[in-house]
């Protein structure tokens, strides 16, 4: 697994707060610091962009329709995966992925990077769909 995956940096470039990205360029840069990038990447949202992170509201533990959801906001058939997850730092199907993370309380972002969206879920369970829509 790649700590500077260049789909990492993607997500921290269009998802991170500003006043908080050059921290997190600064992590994905040095290999030895990539469990403290996604620690704090996924460990909360607070360090996401407001205007791009919307909370679900119920959280879905069905991966089917968490996959409905991606998929009437344009995700296509396969995603990128990056924290507590089988599918760490790979390109997977993004049905596939979903059904490994949704509802399992562990930190993981499932990035469908041909439409810029994602699903996060935290340790707690909070679970957010990130779009520049």
């Not at 998802?15 to 990447?41: H, I, M, N, T």
Request: charged residues 35%; neutral net charge; aromatic residues 8%.
């Amino acid at each position: 697994m790649e700590n500077n995956h260049p789909v990492l940096r993607e997500i921290i470039e269009l998802f991170v707060e500003p006043s908080r990205k050059a921290r997190y360029l600064y992590f994905w840069e040095k290999s030895k610091r990539r469990g403290q990038l996604l620690d704090e990447l996924l460990h909360d949202a607070r360090d996401l962009r407001a205007d791009r992170c919307r909370e679900l509201v119920p959280t879905l533990s069905d991966p089917d329709q968490l996959l409905a959801l991606m998929r009437k906001q344009g995700a296509g058939k396969t995603c990128y995966v990056f924290g507590r997850s089988t599918f760490d730092g790979e390109q997977a199907d993004l049905r596939a992925a979903l059904a490994d993370v949704a509802g399992r309380m562990r930190e993981v972002i499932v990035f469908a990077r041909d439409t810029q969206l994602a699903f996060v879920e935290e340790h707690d369970g909070r679970q957010f769909i990130l779009s520049m829509k």
